[in-house]
């Protein structure tokens, strides 16, 4: 059989694979074949992720009993560390604030964080991390120079070898341009441009376009590209990809994707015009929060440390760990996942959320921080515990909040869809290559129809 496209998803620990053919009905709307997949181990720690792309493959033709070949084969990738970068700013709560979610929203694993002139002692740290990228922020356009200057040189004078991406003050671009001549070099659209203002998406781009470039330098990934024909993208990137077609096409959304190691959350919304009003500083349309201790397989103890005694149930602790498994399968498995699950969907959530506090000192009224989700139409899960085990609907609605009051968080009418086919990286790495193809996957995948955007509420 052969496909206009396989995606792979490569994982740490798992790299699972879609075959599929994008065709045209009788009207010319562009739909795509039911997928189909295949899984195995990843095997970057072997030091040659191929095998376990070829393996993949094979559990499909083992399935459909032929042999499979393909136009063009895509890939999204969190293995091998992921995408490791470190950020460097002026101000923790202005430019370095920006610049993390730029690296966030790009699929980015935040290893380090500085604010002000670097020390020594934090370039050792970075040679310590082994990061897969540095980014350089500071200063609002035309405004403080001397910061982002000073710590561009000393991470120049290291020679690192790694990727930089700055992202300050437009009016140091020729010294940063003289400062790394000869390195590999990004210079972009301040995201902190003005007081008050995050300019985040040019930086994502960018971010993504140097992962593309590199990966096949890290341990492991050299030879993908005998395999891979097409884009590569971090996998936490192309998931929020998909986030911003689907805002296009239903409206504000937010997306959990509760994973083993890890729980992400991708929200696309601008937030209601009351809270907008109360907000103390700015938060990107599209935001991502991933939490690296809420997870269900690798980080379960975690979670369970976190549940207390009428989240159990008819359950304890220590069943709960003794039925911990990769793959739940067996029933007493599952419904420790599910505890697990439930647990995580709502610390993630009420990470990722904002809160509204009274104003004090004299002030009357009430102040805003963190993203606000009141006006979600649709929560969104994806990822094996969500969308494998039962109950996925349920642990989604479970963080709307049901009263008539003051809310960041989904209201009551907001909605749950399930990624059942298991494609929002897929669909996001897709998007870059054919991004009709991307939609009808997407819709497919969480039965969207056309009736489904709605208006504000």
């Known amino acids: 059989m052969k496909v206009d496209y396989l995606v792979a998803e490569i994982g740490s620990t798992t790299t699972l694979v879609t075959a599929f053919n994008v065709k045209h009905d009788n009207l010319g709307k562009i739909f795509v074949d039911a997928p189909f997949q295949g899984k195995s181990c990843t095997t970057v720690l072997e030091g040659d992720v191929t095998i376990g792309l070829e393996n993949a493959v094979k559990d499909i ?24 970068i470190t950020v460097h700013g002026l101000m923790e709560q202005m ?51 001397e910061t982002a200057i000073y710590n561009a040189e000393l991470i120049s004078a290291e020679k690192f070898n790694k990727p930089i991406v700055y992202c300050g003050n437009i009016e140091n671009r020729e010294e940063i341009k003289e400062i790394f001549k000869g390195q590999e070099l990004y210079i972009i659209d301040n995201v902190y441009p003005r007081v008050d203002e995050l300019n985040v998406e040019p ?20 030879k993908i590209k005998s395999m891979v024909n097409g884009s590569i993208m971090p996998t936490p990137g192309a998931v929020m990809e998909s986030a911003k077609i689907l805002y296009d096409i239903i ?30 500083s700015p938060e990107p349309k599209a935001k991502r929060t991933v939490e690296g201790d809420l997870g269900v397989f690798v980080n379960s103890k975690n979670v369970i440390d976190l549940l207390d005694i009428r989240e159990l149930g008819e359950l304890n602790k220590d069943y709960i760990s003794q039925h911990i498994k990769a793959i739940p399968e067996e029933e007493e498995d599952i419904k420790a996942s599910l ?119």
Do not use: C
């Open 61 to 84: 033709e083992n399935k459909i009993k032929e042999p499979l070949t393909w136009e063009k084969m895509l890939a999204t990738s969190s293995a091998a560390g992921g995408l490791k």
């Open 95 to 145: 430019t370095v604030r920006a610049a993390k979610e730029a690296a966030l929203g790009a699929g980015g694993i935040i290893k380090m964080v500085t604010s002000g002139k670097m020390r020594q002692i934090d370039l050792k740290r970075i040679r310590k991390i082994n990061p897969n990228m540095i980014m350089i922020a500071g200063g609002t356009d035309y405004g403080e120079r």
């Open 203 to 222: 930086a994502r781009k960018i971010i993504q376009e140097a992962f593309e470039k590199n990966i096949v330098k890290a341990s492991g990934m050299n």
């Open 251 to 280: 409206g504000d959304l937010v997306v959990l994707d509760v994973g083993g190691a890890t729980t992400d959350v991708h929200s696309v919304t601008d937030g209601s015009a009351v809270v907008l009003d109360m907000l103390i």
């Open 339 to 457: 505890v697990l699950t439930k647990k995580a969907v709502e610390m993630a959530v009420n990470r990722h959320v904002g809160t509204i506090k009274r104003k004090y000192g004299g002030e009357s009224g009430f102040a805003a921080y963190g993203k606000d989700l009141s006006q979600v139409k649709y929560i969104i899960g994806t990822g094996g515990a969500l969308t494998r085990l039962p109950d996925g609907e349920k642990n989604l609605l479970g963080i709307r909040f049901l009263e008539d009051d003051v809310t960041m968080m989904p209201r009551k009418g907001a909605k749950a869809l399930i990624d059942k086919e298991y494609i929002m990286a897929s669909a996001g790495v897709l998007s870059k290559d054919n991004r009709e193809a991307a939609e009808a996957l997407l819709k497919q995948s969480l039965n969207i129809n056309e009736s489904m955007k709605v208006e504000n509420f």
